[in-house]
Protein backbone atom coordinates (compact mmCIF):
# COMPACT_ATOMS: atom_id res chain seq x y z
CA UNK A 1 0.00 0.00 0.00
CA UNK A 2 1.57 3.33 -0.96
CA UNK A 3 1.79 5.44 2.25
CA UNK A 4 0.46 9.47 2.14
CA UNK A 5 3.18 12.07 2.62
CA UNK A 6 5.18 12.15 5.71
CA UNK A 7 5.32 15.63 6.38
CA UNK A 8 5.25 16.54 9.92
CA UNK A 9 5.64 19.89 11.23
CA UNK A 10 9.51 20.78 10.52
CA UNK A 11 9.83 17.89 8.29
CA UNK A 12 10.22 18.59 4.59
CA UNK A 13 9.90 15.52 1.85
CA UNK A 14 12.89 14.34 0.05
CA UNK A 15 12.67 15.75 -3.03
CA UNK A 16 12.05 19.52 -1.06
CA UNK A 17 14.97 18.32 1.45
CA UNK A 18 17.23 17.76 -1.78
CA UNK A 19 16.20 20.99 -3.73
CA UNK A 20 17.15 23.17 -0.11
CA UNK A 21 20.11 21.37 0.27
CA UNK A 22 21.65 22.13 -3.51
CA UNK A 23 21.17 26.05 -2.31
CA UNK A 24 22.57 25.37 0.71
CA UNK A 25 25.96 23.19 0.14
CA UNK A 26 28.37 25.46 -2.40
CA UNK A 27 29.61 22.74 -3.75
CA UNK A 28 26.99 19.74 -3.47
CA UNK A 29 27.22 17.30 -6.50
CA UNK A 30 24.07 15.47 -7.62
CA UNK A 31 25.27 11.78 -6.62
CA UNK A 32 23.31 9.25 -7.82
CA UNK A 33 25.67 6.30 -7.36
CA UNK A 34 27.44 7.00 -3.88
CA UNK A 35 31.30 6.70 -3.84
CA UNK A 36 33.98 7.62 -1.84
CA UNK A 37 34.90 10.72 -1.86
CA UNK A 38 38.53 11.62 -1.54
CA UNK A 39 39.62 14.70 -0.01
CA UNK A 40 43.14 14.98 -0.44
CA UNK A 41 44.84 17.43 2.40
CA UNK A 42 48.65 19.02 2.66
CA UNK A 43 49.78 20.53 6.27
CA UNK A 44 53.61 20.52 5.66
CA UNK A 45 53.64 23.66 3.23
CA UNK A 46 56.26 26.47 4.09
CA UNK A 47 55.71 28.85 6.05
CA UNK A 48 53.42 27.63 8.16
CA UNK A 49 53.27 23.92 8.68
CA UNK A 50 51.87 22.43 11.28
CA UNK A 51 53.77 21.23 14.40
CA UNK A 52 53.38 17.02 15.06
CA UNK A 53 51.10 18.30 18.45
CA UNK A 54 48.42 20.10 15.51
CA UNK A 55 49.12 17.85 13.14
CA UNK A 56 48.12 14.33 15.27
CA UNK A 57 45.14 16.69 16.10
CA UNK A 58 43.93 17.24 12.79
CA UNK A 59 44.38 13.90 11.76
CA UNK A 60 42.46 12.32 14.75
CA UNK A 61 39.19 14.80 13.29
CA UNK A 62 39.61 13.70 9.97
CA UNK A 63 39.44 10.15 11.36
CA UNK A 64 36.35 11.07 13.45
CA UNK A 65 34.66 12.20 10.54
CA UNK A 66 35.44 9.59 8.59
CA UNK A 67 33.75 6.97 11.24
CA UNK A 68 30.92 8.93 11.02
CA UNK A 69 30.70 9.84 7.42
CA UNK A 70 32.05 6.69 5.66
CA UNK A 71 32.03 8.14 2.29
CA UNK A 72 34.76 10.47 3.39
CA UNK A 73 38.50 9.64 2.75
CA UNK A 74 41.04 12.30 3.99
CA UNK A 75 44.19 11.66 2.56
CA UNK A 76 47.44 13.09 2.90
CA UNK A 77 49.40 14.40 -0.11
CA UNK A 78 52.49 16.36 -0.80
CA UNK A 79 51.95 16.98 -4.45
CA UNK A 80 48.89 17.88 -7.15
CA UNK A 81 49.04 14.37 -7.92
CA UNK A 82 47.79 11.53 -6.72
CA UNK A 83 48.18 8.61 -8.79
CA UNK A 84 48.66 10.07 -11.86
CA UNK A 85 45.67 11.93 -11.60
CA UNK A 86 45.73 16.12 -10.91
CA UNK A 87 44.04 16.83 -7.47
CA UNK A 88 41.50 19.44 -8.23
CA UNK A 89 40.62 20.58 -4.82
CA UNK A 90 43.39 20.33 -2.79
CA UNK A 91 42.98 21.26 1.09
CA UNK A 92 45.96 23.46 2.46
CA UNK A 93 46.12 23.78 6.00
CA UNK A 94 48.49 26.33 7.82
CA UNK A 95 49.06 27.22 11.39
CA UNK A 96 50.07 30.90 10.98
CA UNK A 97 49.96 32.61 14.41
CA UNK A 98 47.42 35.00 13.97
CA UNK A 99 45.13 33.99 17.07
CA UNK A 100 42.26 32.43 14.35
CA UNK A 101 40.72 29.51 13.06
CA UNK A 102 39.26 29.49 9.86
CA UNK A 103 38.39 28.18 5.99
CA UNK A 104 38.51 30.36 3.27
CA UNK A 105 34.98 29.88 1.50
CA UNK A 106 32.43 26.89 2.34
CA UNK A 107 32.42 24.05 0.48
CA UNK A 108 35.97 22.37 -1.63
CA UNK A 109 37.45 25.05 -3.43
CA UNK A 110 39.53 24.82 -6.79
CA UNK A 111 42.13 24.42 -7.25
CA UNK A 112 42.83 25.01 -3.22
CA UNK A 113 40.86 25.17 -0.08
CA UNK A 114 42.16 27.25 2.76
CA UNK A 115 42.53 26.30 6.32
CA UNK A 116 44.09 27.96 9.33
CA UNK A 117 44.57 26.06 12.31
CA UNK A 118 46.73 29.06 14.62
CA UNK A 119 48.74 27.53 17.87
CA UNK A 120 47.80 30.52 19.56
CA UNK A 121 43.93 30.12 19.18
CA UNK A 122 42.48 30.30 22.18
CA UNK A 123 44.13 29.21 25.33
CA UNK A 124 45.94 26.15 23.98
CA UNK A 125 45.74 26.53 20.37
CA UNK A 126 42.70 24.63 18.30
CA UNK A 127 41.21 21.46 19.94
CA UNK A 128 39.83 18.45 17.59
CA UNK A 129 36.05 19.97 17.85
CA UNK A 130 37.95 23.09 16.18
CA UNK A 131 39.46 21.08 13.21
CA UNK A 132 36.29 18.97 13.15
CA UNK A 133 34.45 22.60 12.80
CA UNK A 134 36.34 23.89 10.26
CA UNK A 135 36.51 20.28 8.23
CA UNK A 136 32.90 20.87 7.89
CA UNK A 137 32.80 23.84 6.48
CA UNK A 138 35.37 22.41 3.54
CA UNK A 139 32.39 19.39 3.17
CA UNK A 140 30.08 22.32 2.45
CA UNK A 141 28.23 23.24 6.15
CA UNK A 142 27.46 26.45 6.48
CA UNK A 143 26.91 27.76 10.70
CA UNK A 144 24.29 26.69 12.62
CA UNK A 145 23.43 30.49 13.87
CA UNK A 146 23.36 31.58 10.49
CA UNK A 147 20.37 29.93 9.78
CA UNK A 148 17.54 32.29 8.90
CA UNK A 149 15.37 30.69 11.24
CA UNK A 150 17.38 31.48 14.26
CA UNK A 151 15.51 33.80 16.43
CA UNK A 152 14.84 32.28 19.97
CA UNK A 153 17.57 29.97 19.55
CA UNK A 154 20.55 31.99 19.92
CA UNK A 155 20.37 35.32 20.92
CA UNK A 156 22.96 38.15 19.43
CA UNK A 157 23.74 41.67 20.41
CA UNK A 158 22.56 43.96 17.65
CA UNK A 159 26.58 44.95 16.78
CA UNK A 160 27.11 41.45 15.75
CA UNK A 161 23.44 40.39 14.17
CA UNK A 162 25.06 41.67 10.87
CA UNK A 163 28.77 41.18 11.07
CA UNK A 164 29.76 38.71 8.52
CA UNK A 165 30.41 35.43 10.47
CA UNK A 166 27.12 36.70 12.20
CA UNK A 167 24.33 37.94 9.87
CA UNK A 168 21.55 35.37 8.29
CA UNK A 169 23.00 33.68 5.24
CA UNK A 170 21.90 30.47 5.48
CA UNK A 171 17.97 30.34 4.29
CA UNK A 172 18.02 26.73 3.78
CA UNK A 173 18.01 24.01 5.98
CA UNK A 174 17.93 20.36 6.94
CA UNK A 175 16.21 19.49 9.56
CA UNK A 176 14.94 21.96 13.03
CA UNK A 177 17.05 24.18 14.07
CA UNK A 178 19.58 21.86 15.92
CA UNK A 179 21.76 23.66 18.90
CA UNK A 180 23.52 20.76 19.45
CA UNK A 181 24.85 21.42 16.24
CA UNK A 182 29.05 21.89 15.98
CA UNK A 183 28.65 24.45 13.30
CA UNK A 184 27.84 26.97 16.20
CA UNK A 185 30.40 29.61 17.71
CA UNK A 186 30.72 29.43 21.20
CA UNK A 187 27.82 31.14 23.36
CA UNK A 188 28.62 32.61 26.50
CA UNK A 189 27.20 31.83 29.96
CA UNK A 190 27.33 33.82 33.07
CA UNK A 191 27.61 37.41 33.42
CA UNK A 192 29.82 39.89 30.80
CA UNK A 193 27.26 39.00 27.55
CA UNK A 194 26.63 42.09 26.47
CA UNK A 195 28.26 41.88 23.10
CA UNK A 196 28.59 38.47 22.55
CA UNK A 197 26.52 35.36 21.26
CA UNK A 198 24.18 33.84 24.24
CA UNK A 199 21.67 30.43 24.31
CA UNK A 200 17.82 31.75 23.79
CA UNK A 201 14.85 30.63 25.39
CA UNK A 202 13.94 27.41 22.66
CA UNK A 203 17.65 26.54 22.74
CA UNK A 204 17.01 23.10 23.77
CA UNK A 205 21.14 22.37 24.52
CA UNK A 206 23.76 24.68 24.72
CA UNK A 207 24.80 26.11 21.75
CA UNK A 208 28.72 26.22 20.45
CA UNK A 209 29.75 22.50 21.81
CA UNK A 210 32.77 21.53 20.81
CA UNK A 211 32.95 17.63 21.69
CA UNK A 212 31.70 16.02 18.40
CA UNK A 213 29.48 15.77 15.29
CA UNK A 214 25.18 16.31 16.65
CA UNK A 215 23.23 13.78 15.05
CA UNK A 216 21.52 16.26 12.63
CA UNK A 217 24.88 17.23 11.42
CA UNK A 218 25.99 13.21 11.00
CA UNK A 219 22.33 12.99 9.55
CA UNK A 220 23.19 15.82 7.00
CA UNK A 221 26.97 15.19 5.84
CA UNK A 222 25.71 11.06 5.21
CA UNK A 223 22.91 12.67 2.83
CA UNK A 224 25.74 14.95 1.10
CA UNK A 225 28.13 11.85 0.87
CA UNK A 226 26.01 9.09 0.47
CA UNK A 227 27.69 5.85 2.78
CA UNK A 228 30.08 3.29 0.64
CA UNK A 229 30.35 -0.52 2.08
CA UNK A 230 33.72 -1.44 2.31
CA UNK A 231 36.17 -3.03 5.50
CA UNK A 232 35.25 -0.65 7.83
CA UNK A 233 31.75 0.18 7.07
CA UNK A 234 29.06 -2.83 5.58
CA UNK A 235 25.86 -2.46 6.35
CA UNK A 236 23.15 -5.05 5.84
CA UNK A 237 19.61 -5.10 5.49
CA UNK A 238 17.66 -6.40 9.06
CA UNK A 239 15.12 -9.22 8.51
CA UNK A 240 13.69 -7.90 11.22
CA UNK A 241 13.01 -4.53 10.85
CA UNK A 242 13.85 -3.55 7.41
CA UNK A 243 16.91 -1.13 8.54
CA UNK A 244 20.06 -0.94 7.17
CA UNK A 245 22.58 -1.82 10.44
CA UNK A 246 26.41 -1.58 10.29
CA UNK A 247 26.67 -2.99 13.62
CA UNK A 248 29.52 -0.62 14.93
CA UNK A 249 29.74 0.94 18.01
CA UNK A 250 28.54 4.34 17.10
CA UNK A 251 25.45 4.84 19.47
CA UNK A 252 26.67 5.48 22.53
CA UNK A 253 25.65 8.92 22.12
CA UNK A 254 22.35 9.00 20.01
CA UNK A 255 20.87 11.16 22.18
CA UNK A 256 23.39 13.41 22.46
CA UNK A 257 23.98 15.61 24.32
CA UNK A 258 21.72 13.54 26.67
CA UNK A 259 24.09 10.84 26.18
CA UNK A 260 22.46 6.91 25.17
CA UNK A 261 19.03 6.13 24.61
CA UNK A 262 17.73 2.83 23.48
CA UNK A 263 19.86 0.71 22.59
CA UNK A 264 23.15 -0.85 23.74
CA UNK A 265 25.67 1.56 22.14
CA UNK A 266 25.63 -0.44 18.43
CA UNK A 267 24.28 0.08 15.57
CA UNK A 268 21.84 -3.19 15.06
CA UNK A 269 22.70 -5.78 14.10
CA UNK A 270 19.51 -6.76 14.09
CA UNK A 271 17.24 -4.31 15.67
CA UNK A 272 16.79 -1.00 17.57
CA UNK A 273 17.87 2.49 16.19
CA UNK A 274 20.28 2.85 13.37
CA UNK A 275 22.94 5.22 13.24
CA UNK A 276 22.99 8.19 10.92
CA UNK A 277 24.87 6.82 8.08
CA UNK A 278 22.74 3.72 7.79
CA UNK A 279 20.06 5.74 7.26
CA UNK A 280 21.40 7.82 4.79
CA UNK A 281 22.60 4.69 3.29
CA UNK A 282 18.60 3.55 3.14
CA UNK A 283 17.59 6.24 1.84
CA UNK A 284 20.04 5.79 -1.25
CA UNK A 285 18.98 2.37 -1.52
CA UNK A 286 15.48 3.98 -1.71
CA UNK A 287 14.39 4.43 1.83
CA UNK A 288 11.79 7.48 3.01
CA UNK A 289 13.30 10.26 4.82
CA UNK A 290 12.53 10.68 7.00
CA UNK A 291 11.08 7.32 7.79
CA UNK A 292 7.66 6.75 8.65
CA UNK A 293 6.05 3.47 10.12
CA UNK A 294 3.07 2.48 12.03
CA UNK A 295 0.23 3.88 9.94
CA UNK A 296 -3.03 2.79 11.31
CA UNK A 297 -5.30 4.21 8.98
CA UNK A 298 -6.55 7.05 11.40
CA UNK A 299 -3.42 9.07 11.27
CA UNK A 300 -1.60 7.80 14.25
CA UNK A 301 1.80 7.17 12.92
CA UNK A 302 5.57 7.36 14.11
CA UNK A 303 8.40 9.49 12.33
CA UNK A 304 12.15 8.60 12.83
CA UNK A 305 14.11 10.97 15.07
CA UNK A 306 18.09 12.19 15.16
CA UNK A 307 18.64 9.46 17.88
CA UNK A 308 17.31 6.75 14.93
CA UNK A 309 14.71 6.18 17.44
CA UNK A 310 11.05 6.19 16.53
CA UNK A 311 8.76 8.79 17.91
CA UNK A 312 5.21 9.55 17.62
CA UNK A 313 4.86 12.72 19.76
CA UNK A 314 1.79 12.05 21.54
CA UNK A 315 1.93 12.56 25.46
CA UNK A 316 3.04 9.32 27.32
CA UNK A 317 2.17 8.96 30.90
CA UNK A 318 5.03 9.43 32.66
CA UNK A 319 7.33 12.63 33.19
CA UNK A 320 10.96 12.23 35.08
CA UNK A 321 14.42 14.09 35.02
CA UNK A 322 15.41 12.98 31.53
CA UNK A 323 11.94 13.25 30.08
CA UNK A 324 9.38 16.16 29.25
CA UNK A 325 6.39 13.71 29.11
CA UNK A 326 5.78 13.87 24.88
CA UNK A 327 6.95 10.60 22.66
CA UNK A 328 10.04 12.33 21.07
CA UNK A 329 9.44 14.09 18.53
CA UNK A 330 13.12 14.25 17.70
CA UNK A 331 15.27 12.79 20.77
CA UNK A 332 14.42 11.43 23.95
CA UNK A 333 12.97 8.41 25.21
CA UNK A 334 9.92 6.47 23.01
CA UNK A 335 6.68 5.38 24.06
CA UNK A 336 6.30 2.08 24.26
CA UNK A 337 4.29 1.64 21.07
CA UNK A 338 7.29 3.13 19.19
CA UNK A 339 9.91 0.84 20.94
CA UNK A 340 8.25 -1.93 19.30
CA UNK A 341 8.06 -0.67 15.65
CA UNK A 342 12.04 -1.56 15.72
CA UNK A 343 11.65 -4.55 17.74
ZN1 LIG B 1 33.02 28.36 11.35
ZN1 LIG C 1 25.08 1.92 11.28
ZN1 LIG D 1 5.49 7.11 20.70
Not at 126 to 133: D, K, Q, T, Y
Not at 236 to 242: F, L, P
Not at 337 to 343: I, K, S, T, W, Y
Amino acid sequence: MERAPSLRAGAVSGTETHRRMRHMVEDYRDVTEPEIVSIHYNCSQPPHPLSEQLFEQFQEACMIIENDVPAIAFIPTDSTTQDGHEVTSLLMVQAKKDGRCYVRGVGRQVPYSRMNLAPDFGRSGPSVGNIIHELCHVLGMKHEHQRDDRDGFVNLPKELEKSHNHKKVADVHFGRYDTASIMHYPTCRGTDCAERMTAGPRAWSTPGQRVQLSNQDKLFLNRLYPPVPSNMYNPERSRHTGRWYCGRRVMEENNYPFGCIGCDGRCGPNNGPNCPACIMYGVSQGDEFPLVLGDDGYGSHSTQGETGLMYCGQRMKKKSSIHNGVCGPNNGPNCRECRQLLG
